[in-house]
């Protein structure tokens, strides 16, 4: 049975329209409390959550362009407030809230997430001493990360003038805001990333400040990417975040912490008046400590002189041994002429001229008989050879033979030609050095030293006599000159000998009599 009635009929899509109207017109703007639940974060950039409580679920989405700016990203189990407007979504048939803005549900939720994200990074390893590096004493250049604007900044630049003026870079950022944290990081991995030696210096030192605030206030410096940035930093890093009583996660990641921008201020740098008095302390430490030295250094050597010898003694022994050697030096000398006069005499009596004669007459009369015996040996040779050829030729074939034979002649006949050449050649040295043997005699023999007027004086037995000691009254002498020998008799004492002249300063020659 069908029954009629005066009942509107609507499409699919006319319900979800009107649904979506009357939603978005009664909750065009709320704020939700709850506790964030499942939270995805697909390729697209946007992130889907839910909101709940004890009975009730709300989904929830952040578009992508809100979720970058907001200054608490959320957290699965965070409690929060959460502000947009209710819309739905047609394609599921469910309602959900888009969401402009998260902020925490009250103070506990905030010390809960700083509590958990503490943990998370200590068991990570961020906030061990081991890695936390040493503050230059002195830097030459300080980077400031702050807001410029503040009084932060006017605080830190009059602390570090009034102590030790120093180069000062300013990073400026946000200290405070949905955008803070990621100027903070970029400030502190801009800094690091400097080129040492660019146009702009590279810090040796930072500081990260910021004026006291709530906990919201300071929220930034709490962030993951603040704090890994500051664990990250090559350059050491001084958080200066807050007041006394402020802490923050960067605080426990930098390699030191100040109470105050105006602390941190005077950790940077020493006060330069303290410096000046600490030089000139030790300038006039260092100026005793080696006048000291001198004196202790003084002393020693005087009582080590003290203890040498006179220069008198130690030349003494010395002086002595050359005197000695200079003595055995003249005897050596004289002992050794002696025998060099020895050797002359004894080399003299075997280079007579008669001897000398018969010599050369001898080596004379050898090498004539050898040229004799030479020349016919060679004829005989050469005779020989030829007939034995002729008698091989006339055994042969005319022809052939004729030929080899001819060549074989010619060749023997060159050899002989040559060969006669270079014996007269032969011939000729030995008669050179011959003739420069009787030259070397000339030059040696007495001979010569008669024809200048010399006279040799021998006894009776033919021996020289050389002192006129061996030369007693009534000697019979024979007096040989370069023409002829004359006999002789000592009638007389010899005639005393003058002494020769020494040399100058009374030291006597080499060639002086004892």
Known sequence: MSTSSNIAEYSVSEISAAVKNAIEDNFAYVRVRGEIGRVSRPASGHVYLDLKDERAVLAGVIWKGTASR???QPEQGLEVIATGRLTTFAG?????????????????????????????????????????????????????????????????????ADRFPTHVLVWPVRVQGETSAAEVAAAIRGFNALDPTGTIPRPDLLIVARGGGSLEDLWSFNEEEVVRAAFDSAIPLISAVGHETDWTLIDHAADERAPTPTA??????????????????LSRRLRLAARRGIDTRRTS????????????????????????ADARLIQALKAGMERARARIDKASAGLRPLTLRQAAQQRRTALDTLDKRLVRGLTAGVANQRIRFQGRAERLQPAIVARRLADRRRVFDERAARLLPAYGRRVSHLRDKLGSTAGLLTALGYQGVLERGFVLVRDQKGAAVRSAKAASPGTALSLQFHDDTVQ???????????????????????????
Do not use: C, N
Request: glycine fraction near 8%; avoid cysteine; hydrophobic fraction near 45%.
């Open 70 to 72: 907001l200054g608490i």
């Open 92 to 160: 599921q048939s469910k309602y959900q809230i888009v969401i402009e803005a998260i902020e925490p549900a009250g103070l506990g939720a905030l010390m809960a997430l700083l509590e958990e994200r503490r943990k998370k990074l200590a068991a990570e390893g961020l906030f061990e001493d081991a890695h936390k590096q040493a503050i230059p004493y002195l830097p030459r250049v300080i980077g400031v990360v702050t807001s410029p604007s503040g009084a932060v900044i006017r605080d830190i630049l009059h602390r570090l």
């Open 264 to 281: 941190a201020a005077e950790r940077a740098v020493p006060v330069r008046a303290d410096l000046l008095a600490q030089v000139d302390d």
């Open 301 to 324: 050597l005087r009582a080590a002189e003290r203890g040498l010898p006179r220069l008198a003694d130690l030349m003494a022994m010395p002086r002595q041994r050359l005197d000695v």
């Open 488 to 514: 002789a008799t000592v009638d007389g004492a010899p005639v005393k000998r003058v002494s020769k002249p020494r040399a100058a300063g009374g030291q006597p020659t080499l060639f002086d009599d004892e």
